[in-house]
């Protein structure tokens, strides 16, 4: 039996990929690595549609973000950090752990964040230096409107906008340098496809220019650090070589497809997933649901435990439960990055298969047939 992953964090590698990361390692003070490096430096500013640094930091993606705190903020500073879910949470203790004043805006689960709700918030609080989004939140597979919102915020305040992208970059369009955005983050095992590592943050000049000003103490984390030796396709620490080359065949991969279709992809393949869940009767967790992964309520009567086993066990699928009180109550499927119309297909199948063990009552194969229907352009 075949072994499927359909998490969002980490996901499939391409078997491209895994060959280059397989080749001997080379050395990162050489000419050699900097060509790697400036390839992959160019084709980053092309997946985040920007003209401005995207620099590559070795850690996971929180890491990422991570540095963009401390290097950009000074205790007692006060941002607005918008909680929809865990990463929205995250971005909620992290900063206080710095020292940092956080305004919290909470959204319900599954929920996406209001328009109305995020001017409240600026006009109570001038003064603030960032405000924090979740571009698309994982644990509830909910995607929030970056576009409209940072708009909103550039008419309201000068906070910078800052994104958590991370499984939004290569899902949902991005355009950092169109829309407005001075901080973008993203890691490498999600939409970019390669093995957990790496981070990349892209910055706009407003961003730069804070991280001359910024007080908080940092060292590893030191964007301009990073950004001077990103001038050089260089980095200032010895980086995860192997997945900066990964990176490069990963990006490859991406432009020749185009940015532009595979976000179309990311979007079909959802919808896809969407209906073919909902034709077995299941129903949708999110109402503003992500390209990247699609959080389903498990119907009555069918155990989370016994549902993932089965699914695991009989068809070699790994998908992903539901996070803290949702734990039990939902189940979530990843189509972010390596994947296409048959592996949505598959992923239906398999559903089907593990729920007709589970006592789940619909009608064999109309899943499929819905998920089909939307690949083929008839849903
Ligand atoms: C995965 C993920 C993170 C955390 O990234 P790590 O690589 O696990 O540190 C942050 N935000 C979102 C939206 C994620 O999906």
Known sequence: ???????PGPTPVPETVMLRMAEP????????????????????KYVFQTEQPVLTLTCSGTGGVESTFVSLFSPGDAIISVNGGKFGERWVKMPQAFGLNVVEVKVPW???????QLLDVLKKNPGVKAVYLVHSETSTGTATDVKEMAKLIHANSNALVCVDGITAVGAHEMRFDAWGIDVCV???????MIPPGLAFVALS????????ISRLPRFYFDLRKALKSYEKDDTPWTPAISLIVGVDAALEMIRAEGIENVWKRHERLARALRAGVTAVGLKLFSNSPSFA???VWLPEGVEWKAFNKTLKLDNGITIAGGQDEYAGKIFRVSHLGYYDDLDMVTVMAALERTLATQNHRFAPGSGVTAVQ????GRG
Request: aromatic share 4%; net charge positive.
């Open 293 to 295: 992964v699609t959080p």
């Open 25 to 44: 390692i080379i050395h990162h003070r050489n000419p050699e690595f900097a060509e790697v490096m400036k390839r992959v430096n160019r084709n980053l």
């Open 110 to 116: 599954g929920t996406a964040l209001q328009p109305g």
């Open 1 to 7: 039996m075949k072994k499927r992953l359909f998490t």
């Open 373 to 376: 229907s939307v690949l083929l």
């Open 205 to 212: 000049p407003r961003a730069i220019d804070m991280m001359q």
């Open 186 to 192: 993203t890691g490498s095992q999600k939409g970019l």
